[in-house]
């Protein structure tokens, strides 16, 4: 047995001097800073109230897909519960159910896999403020920026937030509130700011790790009787035109793309019985297509330059726009980074927050002479920074840190690899020592300094001001 046991200790000895050879490599090593989860990317966010009423612009997202190679991502604001049974006889959840399955099989047709459900009830009103207070506005609206940010979209498609006869549903218009809303709100850091702070643990459950995101375009679509009144309010396209990659028109993919909906299209069926030469006969007739020819959508917002009718990705780039700042009653406040340097770095986490938020809403505060915080003598310190990257191309960054004595710096430093994103979040870790109350009543408070640089030119520190404490609250 103590032969086993000097055995298993040779082997332990061999296993630590092993990991801190590692840890010794690791901390001299360049670092790779994990980017957005790139399978999320949608170049077109579609923000509707029931599952079918994705088919309101099904021949515009087949020219997109399949012919423009673009991707698309879809959000459902309810799941369908209220609305009618034409094909069995299912009703309520048990029908929202059905629906929700209808939808994302229905979405699969056109190529489409990424699919979200809000958590808004299927309310039957023609009172776009029935439904917003049916749904929970404000969860909702939460969970929708959160897509945005998720997905990150160049273009944001979603029903046109008004009442017109046809357009009656306040469901409809309700979706159009909210998609409008998320628009404005995704970009903004004072908005949900959970969602944008940098995770402090690896299982850490309540800090998301997303950035603000920008899309470019806002477009609505309505299913109002008189289409001819959004003539020149945007981009028009034919449903008729034959797809290049396809060979048959838009329209009919769009259709095809719709079988799934039997609960509330259950005509489709009869329709797949026809043969090829009754099905073309019978929608010769304009009349019996389901969307107007030409399909026009409006434009709602541009954050590029282009003409109103131009096509939908006219003036879009690759590059995500930066943060913007808003102006208090004429008062400008200026981005804290220097826009010449090639990088930046910012105290972020609830810092980084209440600056912003001061400046969005106006407050007058004084201004704090140094961020600080209290927390418990052993406990560990987390240092969380935005970097921000102005290069348009990857770089590299040198993190560095002063900590007092006895103060040790678990991770966070080194060299990292950073993406063309704009801005990456970084979290440094630092371990403080445990001390007697005797010794922390005579202790001040003392300074954390993180700094960074790249290709040896200095991108600016972060100082943080830490007092010791017998007891504290949990970072």
């Given at each position: 047995?103590?032969?086993?046991?000097?055995?298993?200790?040779?082997?332990?000895?061999?296993?630590?001097?092993?990991?801190?050879?590692?840890?010794?490599?690791?901390?001299?090593?360049?670092?790779?800073?994990?980017?957005?989860?790139?399978?999320?990317?949608?170049?077109?966010?579609?923000?509707?109230?029931?599952?079918?009423?994705?088919?309101?612009?099904?021949?515009?997202?087949?020219?997109?897909?399949?012919?423009?190679?673009?991707?698309?991502?879809?959000?459902?604001?309810?799941?369908?519960?209220?609305?009618?049974?034409?094909?069995?006889?299912?009703?309520?959840?048990?029908?929202?159910?059905?629906?929700?399955?209808?939808?994302?099989?229905?979405?699969?047709?056109?190529?489409?896999?990424?699919?979200?459900?809000?958590?808004?009830?299927?309310?039957?009103?023609?009172?776009?403020?029935?439904?917003?207070?049916?749904?929970?506005?404000?969860?909702n609206l939460e969970a929708l920026v959160r897509i945005v940010r998720l997905t990150r979209p160049e273009v944001m498609i979603t029903w046109l937030p008004g009442a017109f006869i046809g357009e009656n549903h306040g469901d409809h218009q309700a979706a159009g509130v909210l998609g409008t809303e998320a628009f404005d709100l995704a970009n903004d850091p004072t908005a949900f700011p959970a969602?944008?702070?940098?995770?402090?643990?690896?299982?850490?459950?309540?800090?998301?790790?997303?950035?603000?995101?920008?899309?470019?375009?806002?477009?609505?679509?309505?299913?109002?009787?008189?289409?001819?009144?959004?003539?020149?309010?945007?981009?028009?396209?034919?449903?008729?035109?034959?797809?290049?990659?396809?060979?048959?028109?838009?329209?009919?993919?769009?259709?095809?793309?719709?079988?799934?909906?039997?609960?509330?299209?259950?005509?489709?069926?009869?329709?797949?019985?026809?043969?090829?030469?009754?099905?073309?006969?019978?929608?010769?007739?304009?009349?019996?297509?389901?969307?107007?020819?030409?399909?026009?959508?409006?434009?709602?917002?541009?954050?590029?330059?282009?003409?109103?009718?131009?096509?939908?990705?006219?003036?879009?780039?690759?590059?995500?726009?930066?943060?913007?700042?808003?102006?208090?009653?004429?008062?400008?406040?200026?981005?804290?980074?220097?826009?010449?340097?090639?990088?930046?770095?910012?105290?972020?986490?609830?810092?980084?927050?209440?600056?912003?938020?001061?400046?969005?809403?106006?407050?007058?505060?004084?201004?704090?002479?140094?961020?600080?915080?209290?927390?418990?003598?052993?406990?560990?310190?987390?240092?969380?920074?935005?970097?921000?990257?102005?290069?348009?191309?990857?770089?590299?960054?040198?993190?560095?840190?002063?900590?007092?004595?006895?103060?040790?710096?678990?991770?966070?430093?080194?060299?990292?690899?950073?993406?063309?994103?704009?801005?990456?979040?970084?979290?440094?870790?630092?371990?403080?020592?445990?001390?007697?109350?005797?010794?922390?009543?005579?202790?001040?408070?003392?300074?954390?300094?993180?700094?960074?640089?790249?290709?040896?030119?200095?991108?600016?520190?972060?100082?943080?001001?830490?007092?010791?404490?017998?007891?504290?609250?949990?970072?």
């Amino acid at each position: 047995m103590r032969r086993l046991l000097a055995c298993c200790g040779v082997v332990a000895m061999g296993l630590l001097i092993n990991v801190s050879l590692l840890n010794a490599q690791s901390a001299t090593a360049t670092q790779t800073i994990k980017g957005p989860d790139e399978r999320m990317k949608a170049d077109i966010l579609v923000v509707v109230a029931h599952p079918d009423d994705e088919g309101g612009v099904t021949p515009y997202l087949a020219r997109a897909i399949y012919d423009e190679h673009k991707r698309v991502a879809v959000v459902f604001a309810t799941r369908g519960g209220s609305g009618g049974n034409d094909y069995s006889r299912e009703h309520g959840p048990a029908l929202a159910d059905i629906r929700e399955q209808e939808a994302r099989t229905a979405c699969a047709k056109l190529g489409i896999t990424n699919v979200w459900f809000l958590e808004g009830k299927d309310t039957a009103s023609q009172t776009v403020l029935n439904s917003l207070a049916n749904w929970g506005h404000g969860a909702n609206l939460e969970a929708l920026v959160r897509i945005v940010r998720l997905t990150r979209p160049e273009v944001m498609i979603t029903w046109l937030p008004g009442a017109f006869i046809g357009e009656n549903h306040g469901d409809h218009q309700a979706a159009g509130v909210l998609g409008t809303e998320a628009f404005d709100l995704a970009n903004d850091p004072t908005a949900f700011p959970a969602q944008v702070a940098g995770s402090t643990k690896r299982l850490e459950v309540y800090l998301e790790n997303l950035t603000p995101w920008q899309p470019k375009k806002l477009y609505y679509f309505s299913d109002a009787d008189d289409q001819k009144q959004f003539a020149g309010t945007g981009p028009a396209y034919s449903i008729t035109e034959v797809s290049p990659s396809q060979k048959r028109p838009y329209w009919r993919l769009a259709l095809e793309a719709g079988t799934p909906h039997l609960t509330q299209f259950p005509q489709v069926q009869e329709m797949q019985k026809m043969s090829e030469e009754q099905f073309n006969k019978f929608f010769e007739d304009p009349n019996n297509l389901f969307w107007p020819d030409p399909m026009t959508l409006t434009l709602g917002r541009s954050w590029v330059k282009g003409e109103i009718a131009g096509d939908v990705f006219q003036g879009i780039s690759t590059k995500s726009p930066l943060r913007t700042e808003v102006a208090c009653k004429g008062q400008e406040f200026s981005d804290p980074v220097d826009p010449i340097l090639p990088a930046g770095i910012a105290l972020a986490g609830p810092w980084g927050f209440y600056e912003r938020f001061n400046q969005k809403h106006c407050i007058r505060v004084a201004k704090q002479k140094s961020s600080e915080i209290a927390i418990k003598a052993g406990a560990n310190i987390y240092v969380p920074v935005t970097v921000t990257n102005n290069m348009h191309k990857p770089i590299e960054l040198k993190i560095e840190a002063t900590v007092p004595a006895g103060w040790k710096v678990v991770q966070g430093v080194g060299t990292f690899s950073l993406s063309e994103e704009a801005f990456t979040d970084l979290l440094v870790e630092i371990s403080t020592p445990e001390l007697s109350k005797e010794q922390l009543a005579k202790l001040e408070a003392q300074d954390v300094v993180v700094r960074a640089s790249t290709g040896g030119k200095s991108a600016g520190e972060v100082r943080l001001k830490v007092l010791l404490k017998a007891s504290s609250l949990a970072q």
